[in-house]
């Protein structure tokens, strides 16, 4: 069974349309992130949601806006596309807040033409 | 969070240890030293973590300096499929969670 799950894999589109990436876990955590992977590879926090709760928030443009129905989803929703938000979205999960792994999912790669 | 420093990239042959280095000098008391590696076009996978202590899983083993600014990662008998970036990350206790990559570290496993 797929541990954490993101649809789309990957994902183009055109400047300006707005999109959304889903992410489910089955693990029964707590505590969920948005990561973000650009061209020269660099991984970077983008939210935390723990319990529904936004806990963590890394100054990312507020055309970014995740979304958790629940505790074992959590979406991202991108308004008003632009080239620089070409990248891959790593989704992932943890027990809790504390020290506990986390797993990642495959990752959406996001393609702004 | 605490900077660590890492080599850009190494080779190991199959079957050998892989030993990683990951420098953290300016580490904390209330930090952990976690390792994750990433293989091409995958998420971020969990290898190991430690505060202090030595640490042994079934996937590596992690050695921490007795004063904390560095630490080895070893992968006792690496495989091709241990070909990845391996990144070095040190997070603040009850940080809620936030891992802050660095460049990581290339390595490739030979034949």
């Known amino acids: ?113 | 969070d605490a900077k660590t420093t890492q080599p850009p990239s190494m080779d190991c042959a199959e079957g050998r240890a892989a030993n990683l280095p990951c420098n953290h000098s300016t580490i904390s008391g209330n930090e952990y030293v976690y390792w994750y590696r990433q293989i091409h076009s995958q998420g971020p996978q969990y290898i190991i973590h430690g505060l202090k202590n030595n640490e042994t899983n079934e996937m590596a083993s992690l050695i921490i300096t007795e004063d904390r600014k560095s630490s080895t990662l070893i992968l006792p008998h690496a495989t091709l499929r241990d070909t990845a970036v391996y990144y070095c990350i040190v997070r603040v206790v009850g940080s809620w969670g936030k891992l802050q990559f660095g460049a990581g570290t290339q390595v490739v496993v030979t034949p």
Not at chain 1, 39 to 48: N, T
């Open chain 1, 1 to 113: 069974d797929t541990a954490v799950s993101q649809t789309p894999k990957y994902l183009v589109t055109q400047m300006g349309n707005d999109k959304s990436i889903k992410c489910e876990q089955n693990l029964g955590h707590d505590t969920m992130y948005w990561y973000k992977q650009d061209s020269k590879k660099f991984l970077k926090i983008m939210f935390s949601y723990n319990n529904k709760e936004l806990i963590i928030n890394e100054t990312v443009p507020n055309r970014f806006s995740p979304k958790s129905p629940d505790k074992a989803h959590l979406n991202l929703h991108i308004n008003s596309l632009e080239l620089g938000d070409s990248a891959v979205y790593f989704c992932a999960s943890s027990q809790d807040r504390g020290f506990n792994e986390q797993f990642f999912g495959p990752g959406t790669r996001l393609t702004v033409l």
